[in-house]
């Protein structure tokens, strides 16, 4: 069945993704099963996506009745499920509107469209610069591959969208510098950066651009499309910095499995998109909203406090581990430098029923939220095995 499937993929399926040698075919919570039946923990939930693993049972249930009901309406119509979710989002957060598109990507569009209007609006026309940081990672549409700080990225698909600028990470002179050179709309950053690496910016960093921002009144973008919706401990990973962005973009986790972008909107940003300024046909969809109220209204504080502690678990179990350099991230959301190549850590994984997941040249984990403790326990056993030289 493998070679099977493995070649009409191969035929079929344009060629964009490097795939493990594996077939999943089912799960509950954080186990999935391939096709011979085999068993794997789950440490990466298809990329951050399944929050409460696979197949949990209320957003199952959730997702299920909305399809019985109705499962679109176009956004010509009132649709409860998308106003629950967008009133719950504002609610925990104190932000206060949210549009829905479908994905990461999409997400960051409208945060960019809608800090260059309020920038357009405020300074005039030619205040489009968005600084981003190096190493970033925020899409791959024409204009967020422009906003990822990574060359590799962009090489083939030249010219990108114009007006990004890319600041070195943990440069507080550096940003300074940029602003004070530049005519800046926004700064975009992403709290712990994931494609990059695994790497928490540091506080003092996040601080420095969250007072640039208040002071030139520059739009501060949080994209939380990896590191948000409970994933670093806290709702939102920029709480954990103490700071309060103008624009949050997210998606991953939000839809629990299901596709869901969302950007909140602060006082500031609220009012800047106006009719027919933006729009997704799909966006907003009843079953994903459905979905993700059921995942955002278990993402309380009891959680989050159970998050850190599996966290503080999976950090001391690996820190100084044999064969482990260093372990960095915040929350759930872990990267691991090894002394074996990533790739070899993570075959040797999967053969003995872990699947975890890579970010640059670190092995990474991104389990479900609510993995339980002895499913950690069995998978940190089986990597530290892996890592171990
Ligand atoms: C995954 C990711 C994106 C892109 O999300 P898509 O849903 O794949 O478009 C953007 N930003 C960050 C930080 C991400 O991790």
């Known amino acids: 069945m493998m070679s099977n499937i493995k070649a009409l993929d191969n035929e079929y399926v344009a060629n964009t993704y490097a795939r493990f040698p594996l077939q999943l075919v089912k799960g509950k ?17 298809g990329i951050a996506v399944t929050a ?16 019985a009901t109705l499962q679109h309406t176009s956004n010509l119509y009132y649709s409860s499920p998308c106003v629950e979710l967008a ?10 509107k949210v549009f829905f598109s479908n994905s990461g990507a999409e997400a960051n569009e409208c945060a960019i469209k809608t800090a260059r209007k309020y920038a357009f609006e405020k300074k005039g026309g030619e205040y489009y610069n968005i600084i981003t940081l190096k190493n970033s990672f925020h899409g791959r549409t024409v204009t967020t591959l422009a906003a990822t700080g990574q060359d590799v990225f962009h090489k083939d698909f030249l010219p990108l969208t114009e007006g990004f600028l890319y600041a070195d990470v943990n440069d507080c002179d550096g940003i300074r510098k940029m602003v004070a050179d530049n005519k800046v709309a926004a700064i975009m950053i992403e709290c712990v950066q994931g494609e990059g690496g695994v790497a928490a910016l540091n506080a003092e960093f996040v601080k420095t651009i969250a007072e640039i921002c208040e002071k030139e009144d520059i739009i501060l973008i949080c994209d939380e499309v990896q590191c948000g919706n409970g994933r670093c401990g806290e709702l939102y990973c920029y709480m ?17 499995g299901l596709p869901l972008g969302a950007t909140l909107f602060g006082e500031k940003t609220k009012a800047v998109l106006g009719a027919s300024d933006h729009g997704s046909t799909f966006g907003g969809n009843p079953v994903c909203c459905a979905g993700a109220v059921s995942i955002l209204s ?6 989050l406090a159970d998050v850190k502690k599996k966290s503080a678990y999976i950090f001391s179990e690996l820190q100084n581990a044999s064969g482990i350099k260093s ?20 075959k040797e994984c999967m053969d003995n ?20 403790d002895e499913l950690i326990e069995k998978a940190v056993k089986v990597l530290k095995k892996a890592c171990e030289v």
């Open 87 to 96: 009133q719950m989002l504002c609610e925990k957060t104190g932000m206060k």
């Open 353 to 372: 029923g872990v699947l975890v997941l890579k970010a640059k040249t670190k092995v990474r984990l991104l389990p479900a939220l609510n993995i339980p």
């Open 327 to 346: 372990v960095s991230g915040m929350g759930l959301m872990i990267g691991i430098e090894t002394e074996k190549n990533a790739a070899d850590v993570i």
């Open 298 to 303: 278990r993402i309380d504080d009891e959680l």
């Open 29 to 45: 919570g954080s186990l999935v099963y391939d096709e011979n039946g085999k068993e794997y923990i789950d440490l990466g939930s």
């Open 52 to 67: 409460f693993g696979i197949a949990d049972g209320k957003w199952q249930k959730a997702v299920a009745d909305q399809a």
């Open 240 to 256: 954990n910095f103490g700071i309060s962005p103008d624009i949050v973009s997210t998606a991953k986790g939000l839809g629990g």
